[in-house]
């Protein structure tokens, strides 16, 4: 598959980048889809919520009053979760949310979503480019001239440019990325992929390494 390149200013250069079939033109693989974005879901989670026990509740732990007799259930410790102000039952407590996944069912979860942007037609490959100085008003006449100013964009590069990500943080709809931190999530998330020249080379190296 062919696509025109596109400059700064939203103009074809007249040139065209043949995408790699075997990366953008598989069979979507929707079960890899769901676990590499739980996956990223599950890794990002702090795990820090805690509760306290009753062992860890300030309070009496006197007998409120006898086993038997009373007529009502039994008590004992004003620390227990039926009382307010009591321990948590089965409360949370810190843990660790993360989980492996096999590396070439990453690659395969990767290029499904890559594989779907190409079948909705939302992928847009620039011509290299960089700019002088972070400025958050190059990249909104970068995005105006794409026509993605009202979009969800994720612009990937083909190495880590400081000015380009700086000039992008400020707005909460655009996203800029190295080629070699693209995940699943991030791709499904973007209503629009902008690929570099330099960055499509680099995600074919990638997803097609140790076949």
Do not use: W
Not at 98 to 114: C, E, G, I, T
């Amino acid at each position: 598959m062919e696509l025109a390149v596109v400059n700064i200013n939203g103009t074809e250069t007249g040139k065209k980048i043949k995408l790699n079939d075997e990366v953008f033109a598989i069979e979507p693989n929707d079960h890899a889809i769901y676990l590499d974005v739980k996956q990223f879901l599950a890794n990002k989670r702090q795990g820090t919520h805690s509760s306290k026990e009753k062992s860890q509740v300030s309070g009496s732990t006197k007998k409120l009053h006898r086993q038997k007799g009373t007529g009502g259930s039994r008590k004992g410790s004003v620390k227990s979760g039926t009382f307010v102000g009591g321990a948590r039952m089965f409360g949370p407590h810190p843990r660790d949310y993360s989980f492996k996944l096999n590396k070439k069912l990453k690659q395969l979860a990767r290029k499904s979503a890559l594989a779907y942007k190409v079948k909705d037609n939302s992928i847009t490959v620039l011509e290299n480019f960089n700019f002088d100085e972070p400025k958050t008003k190059n990249y909104l006449n970068l995005m105006n001239n794409l026509k993605f100013e009202n979009e969800k964009t994720l612009l990937v590069l083909g190495d880590y440019n400081d000015n380009i990500y700086r000039s992008s943080r400020n707005l909460h709809k655009s996203n800029v990325m190295a080629a070699k931190d693209l995940n699943t999530y991030s791709i499904l998330n973007a209503n629009r992929l902008i690929l570099t020249e330099s960055s499509v080379e680099k995600i074919e190296e990638i997803l097609n390494s140790e076949k």
